[in-house]
C-alpha cells in the first residue's frame, strides 16, 4: 500500500501545475499584442484618419491600384476622376492612401522597362 502512495504521489508531480503553463502563455500572448495587433490597430486609425479629412480636389490611390482625384465627397463614397472625363464612385474603404500635392505615387512592384 505503501508503494501505491507514492506511485501516486510521482505522477501527480509529474503532470506539474495547470499555472505552470499560464505564465508562457500570456508572454506569448503579450509579444503578439506589441509586435503586430497594436501597430495595426494605429496604421487603421490613421488611415481611417486620412479617410475622414479627405477634400475634393486632392489625389488618393485605390486598393486596387488605381489613382485619381476626388471630386466629389459623399457619405459612404467618393466620386472620382481616374481619367479626363472618367468619374467612378468608389467606396470609402477602397481608399488605401492619400498623395500631398506633387508626390508621385510609390507603389509596390518591379519597375517596367520599354
Known amino acids: 500500500m505503501h508503494s501505491s502512495i507514492l ?3 510521482a505522477a501527480a ?16 500572448f503579450g509579444i503578439f499584442y506589441f509586435m503586430m495587433i ?3 490597430q494605429r496604421k487603421e486609425k490613421e488611415r481611417q484618419k486620412q479617410i475622414a479629412e479627405l477634400r475634393a480636389g486632392q489625389r488618393v490611390i485605390f486598393a ?3 489613382i485619381g482625384q476626388v471630386k466629389e465627397c459623399r ?3 467618393f466620386m472620382i476622376e481616374i ?4 468619374v467612378v464612385e468608389v467606396a470609402r474603404g477602397a481608399i488605401s492612401k492619400t ?9 509596390d512592384g518591379a519597375a517596367c522597362s520599354r
Open 83 to 86: 481619367a479626363n472625363g472618367v
Open 99 to 107: 498623395l500631398s500635392d506633387g508626390e508621385a505615387a510609390h507603389v
Open 38 to 40: 497594436r501597430p495595426q
Open 13 to 28: 508531480s509529474s503532470q506539474g501545475s495547470p499555472f505552470g503553463m499560464l505564465v508562457p502563455m500570456v508572454l506569448i
Open 75 to 77: 457619405e459612404h463614397t
Open 64 to 66: 486596387g491600384g488605381f
Open 7 to 9: 506511485l501516486a504521489q
